[in-house]
Nanobody, 127 residues
């Protein structure tokens, strides 16, 4: 059974840090790229970051470049999103998703190409 499970969300003050985890089961990250998306209330789901399956190339939305870092541990079949210098506008439900399609260029932003999605983790940045 294919499953993605996010964890690590919570409440953090502005300027703080969190690390989200996305644990995959039923398939291997050797063949799937993992993307992180987020959705704030009343807004569309948007791409945050992605890591490819082939060479580990990483992609980031402009809004998080320099603050967020995506990484993966193939042995644990888990992808991480380290979020530093968090801002109130980072508040959202964060989802990880898996795709066996190519994610080069801007393709990683195409939500329709992701085959599997997690249930989401709430991140709230507030004082």
């Amino acid at each position: 059974q294919v499953q993605l499970v996010e964890s690590g969300g919570g409440l953090v003050q502005p300027g703080g840090s969190l690390r989200l985890s996305c644990a995959a089961s039923g398939f291997t990250l050797d063949y799937y790229a993992i993307g992180w998306f987020r959705q704030a209330p009343g807004k569309e789901r948007e791409g945050v970051s992605c890591i490819s399956s082939s060479d580990g190339s990483t992609y980031y939305a402009d809004s998080v470049k320099g603050r967020f870092t995506i990484s993966k541990d193939n042995a644990k079949n888990t992808v991480y999103l380290r979020m530093n210098s968090l801002k109130p506008e980072d508040t959202a439900v964060y989802y990880c998703a898996a795709t066996s399609n190519g994610v080069y260029g801007s393709r990683w932003l195409r939500k329709s190409q992701y085959e599997y999605w997690g249930q989401g983790a709430q991140v709230t940045v507030s004082s």
